[in-house]
């Protein structure tokens, strides 16, 4: 249920939250918390989403993710409205965003994405 006193930004902000973890767990097995988080952070038309922990994977893993949303539609006091808040993410195959108190540390980088495998098929097929 919507409060009355929550803006469009903060209804937003709920909605890219939800969004971030629909888009981590659309990756394949064992994938590790950083490559998934890697997936959603930046800056977007309306938001900046980034990551502030990220360990794990897919299987058992966490990620904390702060993201800034801004509503440039006026407010019922006309003015632009903006929501921050910080989401952990807890992997056990699925997750669901829990909003959490903003640590008081800094992004972190990622490290490089995890190395991808191919199969090579000689001629013939061998």
Known sequence: MTSLA?????????QHAR???VAMEKQGAY???AD???R????GTDDVIAVLAA?????DGQ??????VDDPAPSEFGSPSHA???????FRYTTAPVQISCPRTAPITLPPPAPTTTTTVGPGGQ
């Open 6 to 14: 929550e803006t469009p930004a903060q209804r937003s902000l709920d």
């Open 19 to 21: 969004n971030a973890a």
């Open 31 to 33: 994938t590790t918390a």
């Open 84 to 90: 921050d808040g910080c989401f952990r993410y807890t």
């Open 36 to 38: 998934m988080a890697r």
């Open 55 to 59: 360990s794990g994977t897919d299987m």
């Open 40 to 43: 959603v952070i930046g800056t």
């Open 63 to 68: 990620v904390v993710l702060h993201i800034h």
